[in-house]
């Protein structure tokens, strides 16, 4: 039985092959983030030089009290009209009218308690910008169907495209209105733009028809798998904020700024690799899911060429933490640079564990899907709370870190087991991105620290700490795994061919 990305059969050369598509849904997705990374680093690079801690305290709450509104109105549907995408016409009335349905009590949720958000935090600047991100759900729920089907067909190109749209609007909005002084107003007020503009591309794109009955007892069919999304997408949200919260709690805002900023800019690397590949995996693996086996075999091996890149990009990125924040900020964040380092470490694992979610997901296994969350949840409150009683603001960053190093790998191991690949197999999968990691960025450390003190120190210790790990990159990937080099290796030539 061939593998994705192997030879086509005979006879079917002139259709490209499922490994076909979603490689090219790779190149696509990655490109647009790597595009994307250069915009989104810019703008957060001229918004630090503008906005103040204060301001991202502000924006960081703004997002945290809007948690439940999110997950109401992304309610799982997206996730399940992909599982079902062979028959996707017979569910699209319905999730579209669901969707629409909790796009706009996500939004009446939070008019309702921005109020309340502004009286807690002693603040009308959070009521008014908790309203202006209401805005954002009933547009976002719009584009939920069109999306899944855009997904189902593997239309990444296009996704790409629309998503990088998206992403020169709201930076480009954000920085000018930072520049109108606007304060922590200008990195919510572009939110309502954004999915407006994916809901003209999606639906002129992906057309869905639609009828005037709602299809109410077609909901219940949907709520059942969506419902263990949603609570699952609940306890992921609540990870993410954990640590806001914390400290939004024992400290005041300029704090809770620090984290948020420096969480954000650990989460680049992440976003322009891992994140962006869930898109392309979940219905990939979704179409394998009738052959256990060669769904298993598949997604380690995609793993497997996915961590070669992510693992060492991230260790990179905390190496660059503190080089390119005193470099590009001037001593205006360095305070919080252990933060960034520390979150890096954690984002080189949590990379990883993403693409689990993917294959949890394409084998229909919802809740298993949900227990794991909720054991992340748990264990991460529990470190949050040592954390802050032992090292304080730094702590919450450890205490996240240490639970992605333990609950990661465990997610990638319960992902597989159940087709007979065990523990062994996912050492194989992440051991050698590990050590590739550690051997292209150790010495690049080593070269930082023996820099001495002379003018424009910092741009020097960022040229060089890149150089080096540039330069050891591609001879330690070749000789730690000669196999997955030359893998990854025909993958990029085939991927270039077939885009001339």
Not at 40 to 63: F, N
Not at 151 to 164: E, K, S, T, Y
Not at 248 to 264: E, L, P, Q, R
Request: charged share 15%; glycine share 8%.
């Amino acid at each position: 039985m061939n593998e994705p990305g192997t030879d086509h059969p005979q006879g079917a050369t002139s259709t490209p092959s499922l490994g076909d598509k979603a490689t090219r849904g790779i190149a696509w997705m990655v490109s647009q983030a790597a595009v994307n990374k250069v915009v989104t680093t810019i703008g957060q690079m001229i918004l630090g030089m503008i906005l103040v801690p204060e301001d991202y305290g502000l924006v960081a709450l703004t997002y945290m009290f809007g948690t439940a509104s999110v997950l109401i109105q992304q309610g799982g549907l997206h996730e399940v009209l992909i599982k079902r995408k062979r028959h996707f016409h017979r569910w699209a009335n319905s999730a579209f009218w669901m969707s629409m349905c909790l796009g706009v009590v996500g939004c009446a949720i939070m008019v309702a308690f921005a109020p309340v958000a502004g009286t807690l935090c002693d603040d009308d600047r959070l009521t008014r910008l908790m309203l202006i991100m209401a805005l954002f759900f009933p547009i976002d729920a719009f584009c939920t169907v069109p999306l899944a089907l855009a997904h189902g067909r593997m239309q990444f190109r296009f996704i790409a495209a629309v998503q990088l749209g998206q992403s020169v609007v709201a930076v480009s909005l954000s920085i000018l209105l930072a520049m109108l002084d606007w304060g922590p107003f200008a990195a919510i007020a572009p939110r309502p733009v954004v999915p407006l503009i994916g809901a003209i591309a999606y639906w002129i794109k992906a057309p869905v028809p639609l009828r005037r009955g709602l299809q109410f007892r077609r909901w219940r069919y949907l709520v059942g798998d969506s419902a263990l999304v949603f609570a699952a997408n609940c306890c992921d949200m609540a990870i993410l904020y954990l640590g806001t919260l914390a400290l939004s709690v024992a400290y005041n805002k300029s704090v809770v700024g620090d984290y948020f900023f420096m969480f954000n800019l650990s989460l680049q690397t992440m976003v322009l690799i891992s994140l962006r590949l869930r898109g392309v995996l979940f219905p990939a693996l979704s179409t394998l899911a009738d052959d256990p086996q060669r769904q298993s075999r598949a997604f380690l091996r995609a793993l497997r060429l996915i961590s070669f890149v992510v693992l060492p990009a991230c260790l990179l990125q905390a190496a660059l933490s503190d080089a390119g924040v005193r470099a590009i900020y001037a001593g205006r964040w360095s305070h919080a640079i252990p933060m960034l380092q520390v979150l890096s470490i954690g984002m080189a694992i949590r990379s990883v564990g993403w693409p689990a979610v993917s294959m949890l997901q394409a084998q229909g296994r919802f809740g298993t899907r949900l227990v794991l969350v909720i054991i992340s949840l748990v264990s991460q409150a529990i470190l949050i709370c040592l954390g802050l009683w032992w090292f304080g603001p730094i702590g919450v960053a450890l205490a996240t870190t240490v639970n992605w190093i333990v609950i990661d790998p465990v997610s990638v191991y319960v992902a597989v087991r159940h087709t007979g690949y065990g523990w062994r197999d996912v050492a194989r999968a992440l051991g050698p991105p590990a050590a590739l990691g550690l051997l292209v960025v150790g010495p690049a450390v080593l070269v930082d620290m023996a820099i001495p003190d002379m003018a424009g120190r910092d741009w020097w210790r960022v040229a060089l700490i890149t150089s080096v790990a540039a330069a050891l990159y591609v001879p330690m990937f070749r000789t730690l795994a000669p196999e997955a080099w030359q893998e990854m290796r025909q993958r990029l030539v085939g991927m270039l061919g077939r885009s001339r």
